[in-house]
Nanobody, 122 residues
């Protein structure tokens, strides 16, 4: 299962961006989907996640500003980012785990998107 992320860019502090990530493959189902970010010198951190039952989790640093959602019919997860701050500057990666029914062995998968740069200027 492959993930394709899009929507990053350059924005001024206080602005908004929406990231999208679509999963593709032959036959699969997805459990959790999420967004992570990495800045130079830091480990990758979880930004937000959404489970198959729509339960969401957020990093404390983005609560009240970011909203994660998913469209199961389109196998897509979104991250609406409002009130962006310079410290949100990072490469953002989408993530999904689930079951790939095209695999005979080891059908469980975890996939990562290619990363999309978000830069917030002060």
């Amino acid at each position: 299962v492959q993930l394709q992320a899009s929507g990053g860019g350059l924005v001024q502090a206080g602005g908004s961006l929406r990231l999208s990530c679509v999963a593709s493959g032959s036959r699969f189902s997805i459990n959790d989907m999420g967004w992570y970010r990495r800045t130079p010198g830091k480990n990758r951190e979880l930004v937000a996640s959404v489970a198959a039952d729509a339960n969401t989790q957020y990093a404390d640093s983005v609560k009240g500003r970011f909203t994660i959602s998913r469209d199961n019919a389109k196998n897509t997860v979104y991250l609406q980012m409002n009130g962006l701050k310079p410290e949100d500057t990072a490469v953002y990666y989408c993530n999904a785990d689930g079951t790939d029914y095209s695999r005979i062995y080891f059908p469980k998968f975890t996939s990562w998107g290619q990363g999309t740069q978000v830069t917030v200027s002060s």
